[in-house]
């Protein structure tokens, strides 16, 4: 098989946060770009997270200084280029003298050398100062500061064991993790990308500086073979396979494994504010309003043995999850309360840390010409920093091309997010205005989910049944139709799991008639 087409100037391998981010940066600069992902967008890491944009106020315990900063000045940068995927939230800290330190953190080792009859507990002063410096670091304008709370008489001491008498609130936001990734994958192609999905990049070689990269189809078996100046390696966890196995580098550098899982119950409490909690293990555990009728719980550190092993979270980590929030909540919860988990993996850069929790969650970017070609390697990121994190690859992309231009990311807005913070409210009663069908949770998910585009999946419908087959939980086929033809869906579980969460609330049959709506969909695509 002989190359095709035209020579890229970037071949970006999987559709996580970091690729499909890479893509939008360089197409925006005019390189032209594809970017392949073996699954579906987000299908690995990126839909797993615990869908924070946050500083990480427990690095600040590791001395992770930069990481923190960035991040603390990136989630306003996000938030308006996004405010209807992403959100303000409040995270009340509930504060008690037994939590402690994990032993081996900078923080930790400092205090047992100068105070050791603290024996590993966080002393209040500390916390509230570790709270002054995130509030500090990053320039907030958006989001509120650090507050007191008397658990006593505030609303979110209901929840609490009486023992809390005392908490700190701080902000950070929250976005939905998987959106994130296909709006980004929708604004690289606008911009010119070529977004291709259940497409695995199976081998690279190089040939007279350039790659002759071989792309194959995951549904048909289909094989093509691309030529590509440039390669971006941003597997995620399967960083080190592409690395070994695919343009065979003789680069040393390595991935760290790290799983982490959560769990969702039904809603545990009244408020919207999450809670961060602290064992006395010296973990930190969320517990976070979502999907409005639900909670989320997490998450857990564990190596994790390969990429090829599905992440699940085990009877284990679910156990101690559920302890670990038991020892805060009035009504304690069990196992049986668990109504949905998901597991993803951390692909953190092996900086040869003891443990899973302490290895750095900052991102390395490498440059490896080994193979005869430039392939740039990334490891480890935050959802949070994608977007620098993007702008660090493009740093790499000029030094191999130097008349590439600016950085232009910050502040324009993703696809649907063209209004201010302020507005959501707005937006919603715009939507519910102009589609008087719709009920006020149906209005609001749209907007939430679709920002402005929500007009375009609703269309010229005047009552519900113009939208076609009803699925459930406010699915329909004018909602499925937009997600197959405009944000590369092509299966039930793309749609219910990731483009929406509405698996959360549709039947196993429901799911299937979904299922089968989608693949005639697909056989009369095919036959025309
Ligand atoms: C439990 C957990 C909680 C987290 N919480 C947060 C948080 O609250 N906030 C935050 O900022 N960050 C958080 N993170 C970190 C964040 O989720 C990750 O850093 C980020 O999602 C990594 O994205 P990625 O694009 O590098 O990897 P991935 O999302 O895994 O994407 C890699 C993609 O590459 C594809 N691929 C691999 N090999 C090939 C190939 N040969 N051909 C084609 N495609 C290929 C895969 O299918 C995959 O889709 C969390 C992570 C975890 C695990």
């Known amino acids: 098989m002989t190359a095709e087409g035209d020579i890229r100037d970037l071949l970006v391998i999987g559709g996580g946060i970091n690729g499909c981010g890479v893509a939008r940066d360089a197409a925006g600069r005019g390189l032209s770009v594809t970017l392949a992902e073996m699954s579906d967008l987000a299908s690995a890491t990126s839909s797993a997270s615990?869908?924070?944009?946050?500083?990480?106020?427990?690095?600040?315990?590791?001395?992770?200084?930069?990481?923190?900063?960035?991040?603390?000045?990136?989630?306003?940068?996000?938030?308006?280029?996004?405010?209807?995927?992403?959100?303000?939230?409040?995270?009340?800290?509930?504060?008690?003298?037994?939590m402690r330190f994990e032993s081996d953190t900078p923080t930790s080792k400092l205090l047992n050398t100068f105070m050791p009859w603290m024996r590993g507990r966080r002393p209040a002063w500390l916390i509230r100062l570790g709270l002054l410096l995130y509030d500090t670091l990053g320039g907030r304008k958006i989001l509120p500061g650090t507050t007191t709370v008397d658990l006593a008489t505030a609303p979110?001491?209901?929840?609490?064991?009486?023992?809390?008498?005392?908490?700190?609130?701080?902000?950070?936001?929250?976005?939905?993790?998987?959106?994130?990734?296909?709006?980004?994958?929708?604004?690289?192609?606008?911009?010119?990308?070529?977004?291709?999905t259940r497409t695995q990049v199976t081998s690279a070689e190089a040939q007279g500086g350039l790659w002759n990269v071989t792309?194959?189809?995951?549904?048909?078996?289909?094989?093509?073979?691309?030529?590509?100046?440039?390669?971006?390696?941003?597997?995620?966890?399967?960083?080190?396979?592409?690395?070994?196995?695919?343009?065979?580098?003789?680069?040393?550098?390595?991935?760290?494994?790290v799983r982490g899982s959560?769990?969702?119950?039904?809603?545990?409490?009244?408020?919207?504010?999450?809670?961060?909690?602290?064992?006395t293990d010296g973990r930190i555990m969320f517990a976070i309003p979502y999907e409005t009728d639900f909670t989320l719980i997490g998450t857990t550190d564990q190596e994790h043995e390969g990429p090829d092993t599905p992440p699940v979270c085990t009877p284990e980590e679910?156990?101690?999850?559920?302890?670990?929030?038991?020892?805060?909540?009035?009504?304690?919860?069990?196992?049986?309360?668990?109504?949905?988990?998901?597991?993803?993996?951390?692909?953190?850069?092996?900086?040869?840390?003891?443990?899973?929790?302490?290895?750095?969650?900052?991102?390395?970017?490498?440059?490896?010409?080994?193979a005869g070609a430039p392939v740039i390697n990334i490891f480890g990121g935050k959802i949070t920093t994608y977007r620098r994190l993007a702008e660090g690859v493009m740093d790499l992309v000029s030094d191999l091309s130097p008349d590439l231009p600016g950085k232009w990311t910050a502040?324009?807005?993703?696809?649907?997010?063209?209004?201010?913070?302020?507005?959501?409210?707005?937006?919603?009663?715009?939507?519910a205005r102009a589609y008087p069908f719709l009920s006020a949770a149906w209005a609001r998910r749209m907007i939430r989910a679709y920002g402005t585009d929500a007009h375009n999946v609703l269309g010229t419908a005047k009552a519900a049944s113009d939208l076609g087959q009803d699925f459930g939980a406010t699915l329909t086929a004018a909602e499925v139709d937009w997600l197959m033809d405009r944000e590369y869906a092509s299966t039930a579980d793309d749609i219910v799991w990731r483009r929406t969460k509405l698996g959360l609330r549709l039947a196993g049959q429901e799911i299937t008639t979904l299922e089968t709506y989608m693949q005639r969909r697909d056989n009369a695509a095919a036959a025309e």
Not at 160 to 173: G, H, I, M, N, T
């Open 318 to 370: 679910q156990a101690y999850m559920v302890d670990f929030v038991n020892a805060y909540l009035a009504q304690p919860i069990s196992v049986e309360d668990i109504v949905w988990t998901y597991s993803g993996v951390r692909p953190l850069y092996d900086d040869g840390s003891s443990s899973a929790t302490a290895a750095t969650r900052d991102y390395t970017l490498k440059v490896d010409k080994t």
């Open 156 to 196: 979110e001491g209901r929840a609490l064991q009486p023992r809390f008498a005392k908490a700190y609130e701080y902000s950070d936001c929250w976005v939905e993790d998987a959106r994130l990734v296909v709006l980004n994958a929708r604004d690289a192609e606008a911009r010119g990308a070529r977004i291709m």
């Open 262 to 279: 959560h769990i969702v119950t039904r809603r545990l409490f009244g408020h919207d504010k999450c809670y961060f909690f602290q064992g």
């Open 411 to 431: 502040g324009v807005p993703l696809p649907g997010g063209d209004f201010a913070v302020s507005e959501v409210e707005a937006k919603i009663a715009d939507l």
């Open 215 to 257: 792309l194959k189809d995951t549904r048909t078996g289909a094989s093509q073979i691309i030529r590509a100046r440039t390669i971006v390696n941003a597997g995620g966890p399967w960083v080190g396979d592409v690395i070994r196995d695919t343009v065979h580098s003789r680069s040393t550098d390595s991935v760290r494994l």
């Open 50 to 98: 615990t869908k924070l944009f946050h500083g990480g106020l427990r690095y600040l315990e590791y001395f992770e200084f930069r990481l923190v900063r960035e991040s603390l000045i990136e989630r306003e940068t996000l938030l308006r280029a996004m405010p209807h995927i992403a959100w303000p939230m409040r995270f009340v800290l509930p504060y008690h003298p037994d």
